[in-house]
């Protein structure tokens, strides 16, 4: 199981304290007490959102600190309030009081909304500790503190691209590449073994995206039938939103024809049973510093032909990375989109 960790410190707003103030007006020889109350320190809430899928963006950002409220003032006014914070969280996230280990909520449904600190309350100002036997009161109260709890925040990743492609294609160096999983790297076919996840940020905070990409073993022609791993792992990506097929363009595949390679790949997701064929995808020329000329020209011709999406790109030095990541976090959110809609 793969999980997505964040711990993160709030502090709702302190309240505003009470005034202590006397009304002075023309002809009132002695004003009353008008002082006004504080004002509340602003909340801050938690929310599920299904338009986010990590926990990222708290990575970055831990600490949240809602506003306080304004003290009051003369004329019997009440302070403002301080403004709420609201932290968005993915649907699937769960919350756990860090210093007890208590688990505060499962958020397994979206739009779901709980407090999480909560604002200190305003302190009275005068004007209320008046009776009728103590009419002048000096006395006011300070505004009351604002909560502040340390969460830790779990969420079971579920992938949002997956890699596909022959054994030895570069998909282990790719993830690598574009995330911090490190999985094992090497120059022969069935390195991976299991599948890995990794959590890919695009662009910077706070507008960055992020998206969740899955490396599986690789698959060769008659997997559906045993043969290398099988398509057992194929599950794993059943639920993605899109699938990221790798060619290998360079000679060190020893496999003559590039589409010859998509076409036995695209046969075994087929035969796996899962709708795996009719997934979107997006098509990755890989090892493209080392290219065969030759078979990089197929490709293209073949992806142009059938207006699939092509990336070419080489893992090792980089080159094409940045434009592919951008294009999977474009895709896996316009496919998020659209499946919300559907919904
Ligand atoms: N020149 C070059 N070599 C690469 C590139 N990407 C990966 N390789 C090499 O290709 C070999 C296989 O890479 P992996 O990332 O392990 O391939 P994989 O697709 O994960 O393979 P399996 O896990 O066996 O399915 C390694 O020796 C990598 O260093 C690339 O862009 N350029
Ligand atoms: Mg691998």
């Known amino acids: 199981m793969f999980i997505d960790e964040a711990k993160i410190r709030v502090k709702a707003g302190d309240g505003g304290n009470?005034?202590?103030?006397?009304?002075?007006?023309k002809f009132v020889p002695r004003g009353g007490p008008s002082g006004g109350d504080g004002g509340k320190g602003g909340d801050i809430y938690m929310e599920s959102s299904e338009r986010h899928n990590t926990l990222?963006?708290?990575?970055?950002?831990?600490?949240?600190?809602?506003?306080?409220?304004?003290?009051?003032e003369g004329s019997n006014k009440t302070g403002r309030e301080g403004e709420d914070i609201l932290l968005k969280v993915p649907v699937g996230t769960i919350l756990y009081d860090d210093e007890t280990g208590d688990k505060v909520h499962d958020f397994s449904r979206p739009d779901e909304r709980i407090v999480i600190a909560r604002g200190g309350r305003g302190g009275r100002g005068n004007a209320q500790f008046a009776t009728s036997t103590h009419q002048?009161?000096?006395?006011?109260?300070?505004?009351?503190?604002?909560e502040e709890r340390v969460y830790r925040l779990e969420l079971k990743l579920l992938a949002d691209a997956g890699l596909v492609g022959y054994p030895n294609v570069g998909k282990s160096t790719l993830i690598s590449r574009i995330s911090a999983a490190r999985p094992k790297i090497a120059d022969y076919p069935f390195t991976t073994l299991e599948p890995n996840l990794g959590v890919v940020v695009v662009g910077r905070a706070p507008e960055e995206k992020s998206f969740v990409v899955a490396d599986i073993p690789g698959l060769i022609e008659g997997a559906h039938t045993g043969s290398g791993l099988g398509t057992q792992f194929l599950r794993h990506i059943e639920r993605t939103r899109l699938l990221v097929h790798l060619v290998d363009v360079s000679d060190s595949s020893g496999r003559p024809?590039?589409?010859?390679?998509?076409?036995?790949?695209?046969?075994?997701?087929a035969s796996f049973g899962a709708g795996l064929e009719h997934k979107p995808v997006i098509m990755v020329a890989s090892k493209i510093d080392v290219a065969n000329k030759e078979k990089l020209a197929k490709l293209k011709r073949y992806c142009k032909k059938r207006e699939v999406e092509l990336f070419t790109v080489s893992a090792v030095t980089g080159k094409g990375v940045e434009e592919l990541k951008r294009a999977i976090a474009e895709k896996v959110e316009q496919v998020r989109r659209r499946q919300a809609a559907e919904k």
């Open 18 to 25: 009470g005034c202590v103030a006397f009304r002075r007006e």
């Open 257 to 269: 024809d590039p589409v010859k390679d998509i076409e036995v790949i695209n046969g075994e997701l």
């Open 56 to 72: 990222v963006h708290f990575r970055f950002n831990p600490e949240y600190k809602a506003q306080r409220g304004r003290h009051g």
């Open 136 to 146: 002048a009161p000096r006395e006011s109260e300070p505004g009351r503190a604002g």
